[in-house]
């Protein structure tokens, strides 16, 4: 069987292709390209989508491959609703806010509801049974080919409105859910964070990356610090209203306090401790602009993301012995489950761990 190579979706920074197992030799040049990462899910290689890369990719595989086409997700094609259906929409969406949704949640659950009601628009919701709900959702994977994401985001609004709007009782519609994924945080070595966060020359972006790492911060709570969040004699970061409404403490760093200082100096926030160019927050787009500037010019981890930094924080805590119930409150999980993911991220190596072999005496 012959190498696979499937075209990149339109603006994909991944090409992915199959290399069938008695390729050894091939797998392994592939394996060794710079930003190659293989996806177990899928059972596919993917390198990046660059001339370079490209270049490379042919020279490994040679003329012996065949092409073809990606499988894409088609868009779900939003209705117009009628009188009624804005109605229900609207009383979802009345009932969302009044619960204190985030506004991106109450966003989502609309766009999803709005799909749903544009499939029972033949019938009033009430009467619409599981089993409806249940082959509407099998017709758009069918179709559509939605990820289990968007599936689970389906169901959690059809059931908003069903709990919450129409008062049924949460287990009067039943719906089955996408197998959960088990999947691992993407995790960035030590060199790999310092390079990134040393990475910008403009103060205010080196200062904002370094404090989502230095902390653990979700890049939400990054953009809505108060300069008065900084508790800089005490050591500590005051965050506000974080996932879950909660307020929470996490480790102000020592090494940060000087770098904090020389950015106060300079620019002065008055409210926002990172503030835009015309004043209020600063915006989360440019932050993920400026961390994807960062990786392309270090030549990181292609796929990590803002959030990155976050996972990274974590493990690299777990590999300084941080107590666990500590880091729990730093990171604000309300469960041990949540933060006991990252003691499978840890790295594994025979210069941290001694195997009980190494202790064999022949």
């Given amino acids: ?37 293989w996806h177990e899910d899928q059972k596919l290689w993917s390198v990046l989508n660059t001339i370079k890369h490209r270049a490379e990719l042919i020279k490994i595989i040679g003329n012996d491959y065949n092409i073809a086409e990606a499988p894409m997700t ?27 949704y985030s506004d991106s949640t109450v966003r989502s659950y609309k766009n999803m509801f709005c799909v749903f009601l544009g499939a029972f628009s033949y019938k009033p919701l009430l009467h619409v049974t599981t089993e409806d709900i249940q082959d509407f ?35 009067f519609y039943k719906i089955n859910r996408p197998k959960k994924e088990i999947s691992l945080p993407n995790v960035l070595s030590k ?20 404090l989502i790492y230095s902390a653990g911060l979700r890049i939400s709570e990054a953009v809505n610090l108060r300069v008065v969040d900084i508790h800089s004699k005490e050591g500590f970061i005051f965050i506000k209203s974080s996932k ?25 926030p008055s409210y926002w401790l990172f503030e835009g160019q015309t004043g209020g927050k600063y915006s989360v787009t440019s932050i993920r602009s400026v961390f994807r500037k960062a990786v392309e010019i270090t030549g990181s981890n292609p796929w ?19 107590n666990m119930r500590h880091l729990q409150i730093m990171l604000g999980h309300s469960s041990s489950k949540t933060t006991e993911v990252y003691t499978r991220t840890v790295d594994i190596n025979n210069k941290k761990i001694t195997s009980p072999l190494d202790t064999f005496k022949n």
């Fill in 74 to 100: 088609k868009v779900v094609a939003k209705p117009i609703l009628n009188e009624p259906e804005h109605e229900a929409l609207l009383a979802l969406e009345k009932v969302l806010i009044l619960k204190r």
């Fill in 244 to 268: 879950g409404k909660r307020d929470r403490k996490t480790i102000l760093a020592k090494s940060l306090l000087p770098l904090l200082r020389k950015y106060y100096k300079k620019y002065r």
């Fill in 137 to 171: 959702i099998h017709n758009l994977i069918s179709t559509n080919n939605i990820s289990a994401s968007y599936q689970n985001q389906l169901i959690n609004a059809i059931k908003a409105y069903y709990e919450h709007v129409l008062g049924q009782e949460r287990t």
């Fill in 191 to 210: 060199s790999e964070v310092n390079n990134i966060i040393n990475a910008p020359n403009n103060l205010k972006h080196k200062t904002i990356l370094t």
């Fill in 1 to 37: 069987m012959n190498i696979t190579v499937y075209n990149p979706l339109p603006k994909s920074k991944r090409i992915k292709l199959y290399i069938p197992y008695h390729n050894f030799a091939i797998r392994k040049k592939v394996k060794a390209l710079n930003g190659s990462f």
């Fill in 304 to 322: 990590a993301t803002v959030h990155t930094l976050r996972h990274s924080f974590a493990t690299h805590c777990i590999e300084n012995n941080v």
